[in-house]
Structure formats: C-alpha cells, structure tokens
C-alpha cells in the first residue's frame, strides 16, 4: 500500500514543565545478548517511531538517555530483528529504571520511579495471572468436561472484566487509566421492543454505534502513540460500519469532527491522514468516492493540520484523476486503434456490457488475469450480452500482437494508441496493470479495479441486485 507523503511533517511535541531535563531511562533485563536495543513510540499499531538506540551489556543492562524530553505515550523496546522486548509508558515520569528477566518480562519487571509504569505493570500482572488459571482449568477441560470447571472459568472471566473497568476508572487521569478505558466496550442500555415484542437488534446496534467512542478522549494526543487509536479506527470503520461508499463517508467524517472537537491537532491530523490513507486504497467496490470526498473535504478544503502544499497539490492531481472515474459516472471518451487499421471507439460498442482491461503485454499478471478473463467471457458474452474492449499500454505494437495471437481472445475488441497522446495514468488512473472496468449499456462505471477472478461473483451480484431493484419498482 502506498501511503501519502506527508507522514514526515507530523511534529511531535512533548515537552513537559518538571525540574529534570530530558530523559533516563536505565534497566537490566536479564539474558538480553549484548546487541543494540532501539526506544521507539508507537504511531497507530502497525507503524512505530524510533527515538534512541542503547547497546546492552553482557548483564542485560541499558540506558537510554537524551537532552529533551520524549513525546509522550507508549514506547517499546525492540530487539534488533524488531521483537518487541517490553513496553514502557513515558509520561511526565522520564527518569526511571527497571529489571525484568527473558525468562517472564511481564510477570518479573519492577519500575522504580515511574508511577504510571508502576501501574502498567500492576495492571498487565494481575490480567496475567488471570489468565494463567483459565489456561489451567482450559487443559483440565480437555482432559475431562465438567461443569464445576467451567463455571470456575466463567467466573475468572467475569472477575478480569470487574477488574479492568475498575482500573479504568479508578485511574482515570492516568494514561495506563485512559489506555484501558479507550478499549473498553460502551455499556448498552436496555434495547426497546418491537410491535412483536422481539428486542430491537437495529435499535441497539445504532446505539452501539453511535457511542462506539464514547471511552475515547480526543483531546489527548498521548493516545496517538498508543495501539489502541488505529486498531479503534480499524475496528469502527471495517466491523461497525456498512460497506458501502456512503456509509464509510458517514463514519469517517462523525470521527474526524469528534477529533476536531477535541481541539488536538495531532490527534486531528492522525485521524484524517490514516482514513484518508485506507480510503486511497479501497476494499469494497466504490470505495475511491471515500477517497475522493475525505481529500476534498480535509486537505484541499484546507482542514488538515499537518500537511504542506506539495502534498495538497498531489492530492488534488490524484482527485482530479479519479472524480470522472468514479462508479457511477459515464466512462470517459476511448478511441484507439484495433489491429486492422480501424479506429474504434468505446462509445459506438452495442453490448449490455462492456468490459474494459488496460493491460501491459509484458506484465505478468495480466498474463495470469486473461485466462481467467477469456473463460468469463466466453462463459457470459451470450447471457449477459457482453463484449471486452482490451487497450494496450504498451508502447511496443509487435508485442500487442503477439499477445492477442498468443493467448487466442482474436474475438475481443482490441485497441492500441498509435498517436502516443493518451496518458493512461491520469486519463483512466492505470497505475498497476491489469486495470479493468465494467460498464453498463450506456457506458456507466458499475465497478473498477475489479480482479479478473472476481468477475463472476461480481455480475452475479449485480445482476441480483437489479433485479430487487426492478420487483420493489413494480410493488
């Protein structure tokens, strides 16, 4: 995946006003080898930063230090094949010092001079040994089902629930406190009852949505250097919102306008440069007019905090590009040359529908692609009513040719640019090839980006939904 650009100019600040300067940060973990350890701060769960580099001695022993004070949040210790050794909160507390063992690093560390880590660890302990007796009574189960067992593990389940909404409260100034209580899921209401007096799913699941970040504190930028805000979004976006472009916009924007409430300018630029990011590169078909209205919205509309003028002239390109292109919008003018000298152009094809492929002779998944498109298409030309435009990218006629005789689709359409004035990345946005769009009868986008394979399912589907469409009309 491609992320923007504009990751650099994110500026963290995390000065903090306490007598001591800086940071210290020393420990011993025993049978560490004496290699280099990196410092680094989490942003979002799949992306870290790092800050410092300590080499270990042959006791485990390591120290971390520096003249300005660490941004604050969550930081691991990292092996040098990037394992992740321990994690550590730096807060207000940046002078400490710890000892743990390889042996059990959670169940073995002791923090001395940081009340925040002190509480982590507290924390990460007591779930631990929670734990620890379930996966007894889980290998007991095994060998013999019984209900005493069970009931002992429910009960151990039911206690670590108590155990982390009260942690969550009772430190809920504290970042482990508001760590703990971002995870937590809403408490729900009783749910009304319908007319058949069955409980209202819908009602309650609107509910859950609704105050899905009600744990959340936006105005914390801490919590951007945390696991606990992308893994949050991830969850919000692909599990509790509907996969379609219209929804995904709705959820996208009730985040980023909590984020702007919170007044956080890190935590606001976070938020819209990740769900712009994931939206650049959609899972669902459709799923680029996300794209399209988060970057006008955020970044050309000027809303964006963190971000430079290069990066927002990029952007516009990439929308200016994708706008006519999106599901829904009449294909734009096509004309090329097919292999007999004849200009053909996408306009003048009779066919229900129109498969167009961008494709390079050379590129070895479209090689692998047309097989399966040939088998679709010979499949469903009659059915469906169908007829593929294949456009070559290439500029290397001899190849084309050899292509089409090579792989025997003689009965597609097939067209080359011989004038070279076609620009078919920003034209028809052939980053990656194969490229391939469906159009309806009027030549309407109804799906782009599709994989070959995926061809099948997707007119299925389609052809489906029409027809829904059709019988709820005449009803």
Not at 95 to 122: Q, R, W
Not at 234 to 250: A, G, H, K, N, W
Not at 326 to 340: I, R, W
Not at 447 to 452: G, L, M, V
Request: aromatic letters at 12%; glycine letters at 6%; hydrophobic letters at 35%.
């Amino acid at each position: 995946m491609r992320q923007l650009t504009f990751l650099t100019c994110f500026i963290f600040i995390g000065i903090s006003a306490i007598a001591q300067t800086g940071y210290t940060i020393k420990g011993t973990i025993k049978g560490l080898p004496p290699q280099p350890f990196t410092l680094a701060h989490y942003f979002g769960s799949s992306q870290y930063i790092v800050k410092d580099t300590a080499v270990a001695d042959n006791s485990g022993s390591l120290t971390f230090t520096g003249d300005k004070h660490l941004p604050e949040g969550v930081y691991m210790l990292l092996s040098p094949t990037k394992r992740r050794i321990a994690e550590f909160i730096i807060g207000k507390e940046q002078h400490f010092t710890f000892s743990s063992d390889t042996v059990n690093v959670i169940a073995n560390m002791k923090i001395e001079g940081s009340s925040d880590n002190e509480l982590y660890y507290k924390f990460q302990q007591q779930i631990a040994g929670y734990n620890g007796e379930i996966s007894i009574l889980t290998a007991q189960m095994k060998m013999r089902q019984d209900l005493m067992t069970q009931t002992k593990i429910n009960n151990l389940r039911r206690q670590i629930f108590t155990y982390y909404r009260t942690f969550a409260q009772e430190n809920a100034n504290t970042l482990p406190g508001k760590i703990m209580k971002a995870n937590l899921d809403i408490e729900l209401p009783a749910a009304p009852k319908r007319p058949d007096g069955r409980v209202d799913s819908a009602w309650l699941f609107q509910y859950y949505k609704t105050h899905f970040w009600d744990n959340f504190d936006f105005s914390d930028d801490r919590l951007v250097r945390t696991s606990t805000l992308q893994r949050k979004l991830d969850r919000y976006i692909q599990e509790v919102t509907f996969q379609d472009p219209d929804s995904l916009i709705q959820s996208s924007d009730f985040v980023i306008e909590k984020a702007l409430k919170g007044g956080n300018k890190e935590m606001q630029s976070y938020c819209i440069w990740y769900l712009t990011n994931k939206a650049e590169n959609p899972a669902i078909i459709g799923g680029e007019q996300v794209f399209v209205h988060l970057a006008e919205k955020y970044y050309i509309g000027g809303i964006m905090p963190s971000t430079d003028s290069s990066t927002v002239q990029n952007i516009r390109q990439k929308v200016n590009t994708l706008k006519p292109l999106l599901v829904g919008k009449t294909m734009p003018a096509l004309s090329l040359t097919d292999t007999t000298g004849k200009m053909r152009s996408l306009a003048d094809l009779n066919a229900n529908y129109t498969i167009v492929m961008f494709y390079d002779p050379d590129c070895s998944h479209c090689r692998q692609s047309t097989p399966v498109l040939k088998e679709f298409y010979e499949k469903n030309k009659k059915t469906l009513g169908l007829q593929i435009l294949a456009a070559s990218v290439a500029r290397a006629p001899e190849q084309w040719k050899k292509y089409i005789s090579d792989f025997g689709v003689q009965e597609w359409i097939h067209g080359y640019d011989y004038s070279f004035r076609i620009d078919f990345r920003k034209d028809f946005d052939v980053v990656n090839t194969p490229m391939i769009y469906v159009l309806d009868r009027d030549k309407k986008i109804i799906a782009r980006r599709i994989p070959a394979e995926q061809l099948d399912g997707f007119m299925d589907y389609y052809q489906q939904r029409l027809a829904y469409e059709k019988a709820t009309k005449v009803k």
